[in-house]
Nanobody, 124 residues
Framework: QVQLVESGGGLVQAGGSLRLSCAASGRTFSSYSMGWFRQAQGKEREFVAAIKWSAGTTYYADSVKGRFTISRDNAKNTVLLQMNSLKPEETAVYYC?????????????????WGQGTQVTVSS
């Protein structure tokens, strides 16, 4: 079983930045892909970004391209999400997820391990 713990959420003004961190433990992650999703109140969970663990190939939702950056530190089993130029509509709970088949896809069903989420609130 994989354990994922997110941190770094909080309150930020529109246009500001936050960096989320996801610490993974319990398994070897050399073949895993990792993703970030978010869920605003009353809305469905949506894909934000993903990264293939070994090659570092990254994928982004169109809405965050150029503003968000996903990265990983293999030695620390950590995945980061740097979020810049945040918008009020990006207020949501942000979830880290792991895909044991390393697809780095945009679909929830591809991920078999999830963290508990961290709240990000962007004020206008």
């Amino acid at each position: 079983q994989v354990q994922l713990v997110e941190s770094g959420g909080g309150l930020v003004q529109a246009g500001g930045s936050l960096r989320l961190s996801c610490a993974a433990s319990g398994r070897t992650f050399s073949s895993y892909s990792m993703g970030w999703f978010r869920q605003a109140q009353g809305k469905e969970r949506e894909f934000v970004a993903a990264i293939k663990w070994s090659a570092g190939t990254t994928y982004y939702a169109d809405s965050v391209k150029g503003r968000f950056t996903i990265s990983r530190d293999n030695a620390k089993n950590t995945v980061l999400l740097q979020m810049n130029s945040l918008k009020p509509e990006e207020t949501a709970v942000y979830y880290c997820a792991a895909d044991s088949l390393s697809r780095a896809g945009a679909y929830i069903w591809m991920y078999d391990n999830w963290g508990q989420g961290t709240q990000v609130t962007v004020s206008s």
